[in-house]
């Protein structure tokens, strides 16, 4: 039983992950020959003040990446 968890921003409407879901769904069933009944799609939507980038949260022009050192 495949499980696919996507993490994203809010903000996609429900018609662009039906699609995803659809696309990802058909492609996990053809490549892994499994039922499209036992895959699963989950989308998580997370807050930009939830989320950093290199040490900045997104959404939050404040906030200074962090520094990258070698």
């Known amino acids: 039983m495949p499980i696919v968890k996507i993490e994203m921003l809010p903000g996609r ?4 992950k039906q699609k995803v879901a659809t696309e990802i769904t058909n492609v ?4 892994f020959e499994v039922d499209a009944a036992h895959i699963y799609v989950m989308f998580s939507e997370v ?4 989320w950093a980038v290199a040490g900045r949260f997104l959404g939050d022009p404040s906030t200074k990446p962090a520094k990258v050192t070698s």
């Open 13 to 16: 409407g429900q018609e662009a």
């Open 28 to 31: 996990l069933a053809r490549e």
């Open 47 to 50: 807050a930009g003040g939830d």
